[in-house]
DNA sequence: CAAATTTTGTACTAATTAGTACAGAATAAA
DNA sequence: TTTATTCTGTACTAATTAGTACAAAATTTG
């Protein structure tokens, strides 16, 4: 392939892209912002993504979901109970830290702040966030079958449940509730997956 | 009082802009925009409103709780028993309609959509969204007094969890689940309150 | 009617916006 | 080395932005 090299890896700038549209709504981070972020020029960053804004969103959102997800599956893969693993996740998002006490869900923000006529960015928000819904739904019916969790009810109902609460409590967290509160709050909420 | 009158009701053009922030973010609201939905000009705005687009939003935050809070506390306080009213809240969300669907809570959206830079705002975003927690809580301590709840838990922490699954649903409603997954989701959730 | 007061609409500014055009730079292949 | 190819940085456009300035309009009070 002749030509002049590329100066950047496409994944490291929409990485980078993907920390400054974690600070603010999409309509409101600016192409400049997101250049100077992303240490990139006009000139490369409309050849390499010719949809402009809109598609370096949306490839910034398949890209966080590919790896949370991967990293979310593998965890819960490699353990004696993967239950546990999806409870050491939501404790820590009681517990939070200042960085990210307002950040909230990359997914669940997109699928808010999207303005209504952005339907196939949403729809991609929504669809990412049902990956993760799928992953606690199979952990559930996982566990269910080696017999570490007591309930019967439907793994798709309980996987539904665990991905609302994970959307409303990076909601609650921002209403700057204390991280005993919250602890308490996933307390209850994950009484079904005792 | 002297001086030419004027033409508009501050309370009513506040509320014509709180039906265009529904829309969209904050941010990417324009004032142009909102100063043709509320049919005014930019010299009465900027008299009436001297902060500006904040200030706009502040107030339309603050109509918007006023006015479903108070809602809210009447009909509980009307019925015989408050926590079929919260329930009935919770199941019509369950339903919605194409108008509300991507729609959410309009405090909640304000939480998640007011970027790190607008602490003022999202503070008060937050406050108002504790009205209904609160709301919560003291029907769950009246239910509770009157024999009408089995449960014994905190009614603190049954408010906290009301106001988390408030916020969690209007999330998960912009994933495009149906109505009959969703009334599966408030079964679930409302269990405490039978 | 005249003076004082308040509101309104228009015209304006200065900054920022997303995106385009294109000359030139840097490479691989012939 | 020449040619074809790809990428980069700068300069530009045309639109939109929030907010200001101010003269004229509409009222109350004296």
Redesign the pocket.
């Known amino acids: 392939?002749?030509?002049?090299?590329?100066?950047?890896d496409e994944n490291v700038v929409v990485e980078k892209a993907t920390s400054v549209f974690l600070d603010k709504c999409y309509d409101a981070?600016?192409?400049?912002?997101l250049l100077a972020a992303m240490g990139?020029?006009?000139?490369?960053f409309?050849?390499?993504f010719q949809g402009?804004?809109?598609e370096l969103y949306q490839r910034s959102l398949q890209q966080f979901s590919d790896r949370f997800s991967g990293k979310l599956e593998t965890a819960i893969a490699n353990a004696p109970n993967g239950i546990d693993v999806i409870k050491s996740y939501f404790y820590a998002i009681a517990e939070g830290n200042k960085a990210t006490k307002y950040r909230g869900c990359y997914l669940g923000n997109a699928l808010v702040q999207l303005s209504e006529k952005d339907n196939s960015t949403r729809e991609i928000a929504a669809r990412l966030l049902g990956r993760l819904q799928e992953i606690f739904t199979a952990a559930v019916r996982k566990a269910q079958a080696a017999g570490q969790l007591k309930t019967t009810a439907d793994p798709e109902l309980i996987g539904l449940h665990l991905c609302n609460f994970w959307n409303g409590i990076h909601v609650t967290k921002r209403m700057g509730k204390s991280p005993k509160a919250l602890r308490a709050l996933v307390d209850l909420n994950l009484q079904i997956l005792s």
């Open positions: 392939m002749a030509g002049r090299p590329k100066i950047f981070t600016s192409a400049d912002e990139i020029g006009k000139g490369s409309y050849l390499a402009g804004k809109q």
